[in-house]
Nanobody
Framework: QVQLVESGGGLVQPGGSLRLSCVAS????????MTWVRQPPGKPFEWVAY????????NYANSVKGRFTVSRDNAKNTLYLQMTDLKPEDTAVYYC?????RGQGTQVTVSS
């Protein structure tokens, strides 16, 4: 079955950087569109970015465009989210997703 395991979250000061990872298994990762979503505290889920090695490429929510970069290593079945210039409003639990499946999430807290 589909398994997604996120890691790399933590506490970071405003302006700092983090790289999240998501190890995938149970499906054809290299040919799949993968998505990052997040859930800020007390708020609904937000789409952050998607990535495909195929024709659709990648795209980002306006709130993270220019600061976040999504990439993947198909040899490792791993999706990444490089986050720079982090802001307090980026505080959320971050999940990678494939279709309706998502992992357990990793907490990102941006605070001084």
């Amino acid at each position: 079955q589909v398994q997604l395991v996120e890691s790399g979250g933590g506490l970071v000061q405003p302006g700092g950087s983090l790289r999240l990872s998501c190890v995938a298994s149970g499906f054809a990762f290299s040919t799949s569109v993968m998505t990052w979503v997040r859930q800020p505290p007390g708020k609904p889920f937000e789409w952050v970015a998607y990535h495909s090695d195929g024709g659709v490429g990648s795209n980002y929510a306006n709130s993270v465009k220019g600061r976040f970069t999504v990439s993947r290593d198909n040899a490792k079945n791993t999706l990444y989210l490089q986050m720079t210039d982090l802001k307090p409003e980026d505080t959320a639990v971050y999940y990678c997703a494939h279709g309706k499946a998502r992992g357990q999430g990793t907490q990102v807290t941006v605070s001084s």
